[in-house]
T-cell receptor, first 114, second 111 residues
């Protein structure tokens, strides 16, 4: 069975550029989560969706970050404009709504903003 | 907000030894989870615990949900080189649907 799919796996960009990260959750899962992982702050929840609807975006650092989930099988996290401090590993995870706590993570996107 | 204190920060052990790590919180959690993260990969769910006092095993791994609902531990018996990685505890509180993660325990195994 395919797990959570993320693309790209690696992204190097220059400050000021727009970055779009993509995620395909596990088929049948109806909750999707975006996390950011850094050495300093560990794993932080940015936003999560239930049935394609954003439920809690209180973890989104600022207006430069936005996330969408146009359908049950696709979500994007966009950073515009990107800054060096956005460099991190961004993970997408999905779960079944009835078991929100048992989340399955994708392999992550390693973002480096120069 | 809720925070988890995970210890130890890192461990360097001999192959074959048993390992123990734990997480504590100042607030009550309804669910405790343990994840393992290999280098360059996302965290993988190892064990999920749903009731206070619950003791659950997954192969050589055993985890317990503390009676007070404010702590959990993970034991790994007879460690092997592929146990190397970062182990995270995570908890879901009484309110809301978010998981809170510990800072992780880095495990290194010497063969």
């Amino acid at each position: 069975d395919a797990g959570v799919i993320q693309s790209p796996r690696h992204e190097v960009t220059e400050m000021g550029q727009e970055v779009t990260l993509r995620c395909k959750p596990i088929s049948g899962h109806n909750s999707l989560f975006w996390y950011r992982q850094t050495m300093m702050r560990g794993l932080e929840l940015l936003i999560y969706f239930n049935n394609n609807v954003p439920i809690d975006d209180s973890g989104m650092p600022e207006d430069r970050f936005s996330a969408k989930m146009p359908n049950a099988s696709f979500s994007t996290l966009k950073i515009q404009p990107s800054e060096p401090r956005d460099s991190a590993v961004y993970f997408c995870a999905s779960s079944v709504l009835a078991r929100l706590e048992t989340q399955y993570f994708g392999p992550g996107t390693r973002l480096l903003v120069l | 907000g809720q925070q988890l204190n995970q210890s130890p920060q890192s461990m360097f052990i001999q192959e074959g030894e048993d390992v123990s790590m734990n997480c504590t919180s100042s607030s009550i959690f309804n669910t405790w989870l343990w994840y393992k993260q290999d280098p360059g990969e996302g965290p993988v769910l190892l064990i999920a615990l749903y009731k206070a006092g619950e003791l659950t095993s997954n192969g050589r791994l055993t985890a317990q949900f503390g009676i007070t609902r404010k702590d959990s531990f993970l034991n790994i018996s007879a460690s092997i080189p592929s146990d190397v990685g970062i182990y995270f505890c995570a908890g879901r509180g009484e309110y809301g649907n978010k998981l809170v993660f510990g800072a992780g325990t880095i495990l290194r195994v010497k063969s």
